[in-house]
């Protein structure tokens, strides 16, 4: 019975993460096995320790999710504030819809903002609230609850400006290049620790080998059919 081959340069950081999780516990799983590998196999759990350590980091570190989340909290601050504003262009009185008119108008002039990556949705925000602030000023004044709206828009992108310049932070650390390391060192240890159970195998025979081998082999062909490079808002993926 043969070991399945997987490609681990082809998974993904969490993936690969997560293959070793599954392969430690499998082999502890089977004494026999663990036995057999010895050295080979506690060397195998110490490089994955260190894996487990910058996984770890980066999770903590990782400002992609908290962004989208700050990003979600100034589309719908920007999507409220033209609600408000398409609202207030059948008030009764004229000034009032005269000033939801010349604020749509003015809104339409940045396009549709919540589409824009992150940089020029923020961009694009800025240069919305300095004319919010000035020459439309009196304008918002007229319709009840826009100051409201354009505050939490300010709060949010400030928010999102923020995020963006500490994940920027963090790139310049590189946690990737460690993770890239570490994945160097641990994945010529799988191949020696398949190379010795294959050894094994043949010196003493399949039939105390095929179990774990079924199990391993279902375990590589649920991770070699794993996909999952999502694209971002700004276009960008997890780094490899």
């Known amino acids: ?49 260190k894996e487990d350590e910058v996984v770890d980091y980066i999770r903590k570190s990782d400002y992609s999710a908290k962004i989208a989340v700050a990003d979600e909290r100034l589309d719908n601050a920007v999507i409220g504030f033209g609600e408000t504003v398409r609202g207030a262009l059948y008030h009764f009185r004229q000034e009032v819809a005269e000033a939801a008119l010349s604020l749509k108008n003015l809104m339409k002039t940045y396009g549709n903002i919540i589409r824009k990556n992150y940089d020029e949705e923020l961009a694009a ?5 300095q004319e919010l602030d000035g020459a439309y000023a009196s304008k918002v004044g007229l319709i009840s609850g826009l100051s409201e709206w354009i505050a939490e828009i300010r709060a949010a992108s400030e ?75 700004d276009g960008e993926q997890d780094a490899e």
Request: no cysteine; net charge positive.
């Open 1 to 49: 019975m043969k070991i399945v081959k997987i490609d681990l340069k082809s998974l993904r950081n969490e993936a690969h993460y997560q293959f070793f999780v599954a392969l430690i516990a499998l082999i502890v799983k089977f004494p026999l096995i663990a036995g057999k590998l010895g050295n080979l196999f506690e060397l195998l759990q110490r490089l994955f320790a």
């Open 125 to 129: 925000v800025t240069n919305l609230l």
């Open 159 to 233: 928010e999102v400006a923020a995020l963006l310049a500490l994940r920027n932070t963090e790139k310049a650390a590189k946690p990737q290049e460690r993770m890239v390391n570490v994945r160097r060192e641990i994945d010529p240890v799988y191949r020696d620790v398949i190379a010795k159970v294959e050894a094994f195998m043949l010196v003493e025979g399949e039939t105390e080998y095929v179990p774990f081998i079924r199990e391993l082999n279902e375990l590589i062909d649920r991770f070699s059919k794993i996909r999952s490079r999502k694209t971002k808002k």
